[in-house]
Structures are given as C-alpha cells and as structure tokens.
C-alpha cells in the first residue's frame, strides 16, 4: 500500500513512463535520511554492533536494504544483562512479546470502542483472558518468522554494577506473518469455543469471542492495507 501511494504521487508529479524510476528514487531519498537518523542516534548512544564482522554503518546499510523490499518490515528488542549471551539471548523474545501485546491492545481497544456499552465487568473478564492466551498463540506461531538483521550493545551501570544493554532487530515477512497471525486466531477461537461448551458459559461468553472474531477481522484487513 505505501508503494502504491508514493507511486502515485510520483506519477502526479513526473508522469506515468518514469514512475518506477521516481518511485526509486524517492524511496531511496527517503531511506537515506532514515538510515542517517538512524545512525547518529546509535553512534551519539554509544552502541556498538555485535555477531558480525561488518561495521554499524554496514550492518545498519544492509537492515535498511532489505526493508525496502515489499512486504518485510522490522521488530526492534531491547534487553539488560551483564552477561552477554544472556542478553541477545532476550531479544528475540522481548520483540515478540511487544508485537503480540501491541495486537492484542489494538484488538482490546476496537472491541470496547465498538461494543463497550454491552460489556459487563465479567465480559471484560473474558475478554483479557482470551487475548492474553491469543497473545501466547501469537508468540509461538509467528517466532519462526522473524529474521535477526543485527545487534547492538552498550555498556552501562545498574545499582552500581557494570551490565549491557541490547537492542536487537529483527526482519518480518508480512505475508508469512499474517499467515501465522491468522493461525493463532483460529487456534484461539477453536480452543474459546471449546471451553464454552464444555463449561457450559453464559451467554456473555458467546458474545465476547464474536466481538473479539469482528475486530479481528477488521484489524486485519486494516493491516492488510498498509
């Protein structure tokens, strides 16, 4: 969707015959001053690149090359350890649990936005115990589809004492990702389902999994847009 949108505004200014080239070049453009933000903020934070023989501006040159191919977009983790291998060991986990909680806190906030007058405090219930166990799903089905692109660290103080911290960044193929995404959901929903009619729930039960299935569905498509 954005390719097609700074397509478009190329095509407005240029002309159609030179709308791939102008695209190119404004992406390009752009990437460059994302790729010069990027590299004074961590070279002014003191982070050094870590797992590779290349140099920051290398390793940062090549995560910015490869997000400007469609569909890949990038997870960032953060973590704190005095052992090193301990925390690039946390990355991967941290930037999946920041990615499921940012679904699941979207999905919560169109669910109430769109039905909140018909939820009763044992709805709300309901609905953070599903999308805490959605988020879960998340982390498992998609954790395969993340990328490690390159690691960041720097030295620090905590209490008193010498630790690191850890930035890790991670390349995410959307199509795949939404693939999974969309497995969690089914998983969760079969599993919601289940239980209700095994416990045999209340009505209230029934009505929150169909809110939470339309706001799926509408985060979804919404996600798929862009």
């Not at 982070?47 to 910015?64: D, F, I, N, P, R």
């Not at 953060?78 to 999946?96: E, F, R």
């Not at 988020?135 to 589809?145: L, T, Y």
């Amino acid at each position: 969707m954005k390719k097609i949108v700074l397509m478009l505004v190329a095509a407005m200014f240029f002309g159609v015959s030179t709308v791939e080239a102008q695209y190119s070049k404004m992406l390009e453009k752009q990437m460059k001053k994302e790729y010069k933000a990027k590299m004074k903020e961590l070279s002014q934070g003191g982070w050094q690149v870590m797992g590779t023989s290349h140099s920051l501006e290398v390793a940062l040159l090549k995560h910015y090359d490869a997000l400007t191919q469609d569909d890949v977009y990038e997870l960032e983790g953060v973590s704190t350890s005095s052992q090193k291998n301990i925390g690039t060991a946390k990355l991967q986990q941290d930037a999946l649990e920041k990615y499921a909680t940012s679904l699941s806190s979207s999905l919560k906030g169109r669910t109430v936005t769109e039905h909140g007058s018909a939820l009763s405090e044992d709805d709300m219930i309901e609905l953070d115990n599903f999308l805490q166990a959605f988020e879960n799903k998340v982390q498992a089905e998609v954790n395969g589809d993340l990328k490690q692109s390159f690691t960041v660290f720097r030295e620090t103080t905590l209490n008193g004492k010498k630790v690191y911290e850890f930035k890790g960044y991670f390349l995410v193929n959307k199509a795949k990702a939404d693939a999974d995404l969309l497995e969690a959901m089914k998983q969760q929903l079969a599993i919601a389902k289940m239980q209700m009619k095994q416990q045999a729930l209340h009505n209230s039960a029934e009505k929150t999994i169909k809110f939470l299935e339309e706001a799926f569905e509408k985060e979804f498509a919404a996600e798929a847009q862009k």
